[in-house]
Structure formats: C-alpha cells, structure tokens
C-alpha cells in the first residue's frame, strides 16, 4: 500500500526561526493535506495542494507540492509559540483512504 | 454547519474489559468515516473507515471492529481490551477527497 514518510520527526528550534517539514510518497498523489495538531489537541486541517509544482501561502505558512506529485514541503518563516504542535501530511490512497505520514513535532524555545 | 461529535474524553478500563465508542455527524449526508489511534507522541494510524452504511473497511488486523448503523454514526467496539489497545482514538468525517474533520478524542487507558 501506499506509504507516507515524513522527516524530520522532530525539530526544535528558537522562536524567529525558520522551520521545514518534508513529506514523501511511495505513490504518485492526487492531492496532498496538510494537519496540525496542538498538544492535546485534535488534527486541525490547514490546506490541500492538487496541482504539479503548486505553491499556496498561509501567512507565515508556505507549501509546496513537487512537479511529480510525489513530494511536499511546509515551511515556516519567523517561527512563534503559537506555532507549537505537530504537523502531518497526508494522501489519499483511492477515493476514501487517508494515509498520515508520521508527523513531526515542532517546538520552540521563546 | 457540520459538527462531529465523540465521546467520553477519555476511559480507563480494565485489562480484558470490553469498549464501546461512538462518533456522531451532524448536519451531512453519506459522509465518509474513519476511526484512527494515536499512540503517545506517534502518528495517526488509520484502524477503520467506512463509505456507507453497514460498509466497513479494516487497515489493521486486531481485536477491535467497527460498525456503522447509521448514516451519521459510528461506533468503535472490542470485546475485549488489552494493554497495546491504550492510546488516543480519534474519530473523523469527510466528504470523497475532501478533508477530514476531526472530533475531540478519547483517551483510553487500559490498566
């Protein structure tokens, strides 16, 4: 089946810096998703990519989908506390079947 | 507006107790659910999801099962619990290829 790798696991860095979070897949992706969940919490959506090479912006949020549909990143500009949590990307694997990579789990030091 | 609903916020039981866990949809139709586990500090791994009423699919062979008797509803059950089986159970709902909605979660801790 489909497999979802995301690294790094785990990144901790001061706050004003930057931060990134790779997504892989075994497949070629219709679309890809990206979630965040804060500590405790439940994953919140944040955004879907569909196109080859697409490129969206949430503020300090930027994502990218790879020209091969197979690969995505989200970086993070001037990181902030409120930044905290764990961020997970996702595809689909047919029409129903949401596949999560592992997450990593950012924190930041004020 | 669509609400998801799941309840209790969190359990404890006994080893070899049984468990019933159910996760309501409101304000959707035929919507697609799912059932994933979160162990501490790990990712989500996607344990059932459904399409339609009575039609359940199983990712990871265990002693839990699934059951939809209603459109809007979905229940998460074993008969009976193990050590390994306590985590965070997360319920969602999505329309086809569109994102998942989470509800809040339950802690189940099995002692």
């Known amino acids: 089946g489909q497999q979802v790798m995301q690294i790094p696991q785990y990144q901790h860095v001061q706050e004003g810096e930057d931060f990134t979070t790779y997504c892989n897949s075994s497949t070629t992706l219709s679309n890809i998703q990206w979630y965040k969940q804060r500590p405790g919490g439940h994953p919140v959506f944040l955004i879907q990519l569909v196109k080859s090479g697409e490129v969206k912006k949430q503020k300090r949020l930027t994502f990218q989908f790879g020209e091969a549909k197979k690969n995505s990143s989200l970086h993070i500009t001037a990181t902030q506390t409120t930044d905290v949590g764990t961020y997970f990307c996702a595809g689909f694997e047919g029409a129903q079947k949401l596949v999560f990579g592992q997450g990593t789990r950012l924190t930041i030091n004020p | 507006s669509q609400t998801i609903h799941q309840w209790p916020a969190t359990l404890v039981q006994p080893v070899g107790s049984p468990l019933s866990l159910e996760c309501t949809v409101e304000?959707?139709?035929?919507?697609?659910l799912y059932w994933y586990r979160q162990a501490a500090g790990r990712g989500l791994q996607l344990l059932f999801y459904s399409v339609g009423i009575g039609q359940i699919s199983s990712e990871v062979p265990q002693n839990l099962s699934a059951s939809r008797p209603q459109d809007r509803q979905f229940i998460l059950s074993s008969k009976k619990l193990l050590l390994s089986d306590s985590g965070f159970y997360l319920c969602?709902?999505?329309?086809?290829?569109?994102?998942?909605?989470f509800g809040n979660g339950t802690r189940l801790t099995v002692t």
């Open positions: 304000g959707t139709s035929n919507p697609n």
């Open positions: 969602a709902w999505s329309a086809a290829d569109s994102p998942l909605h």
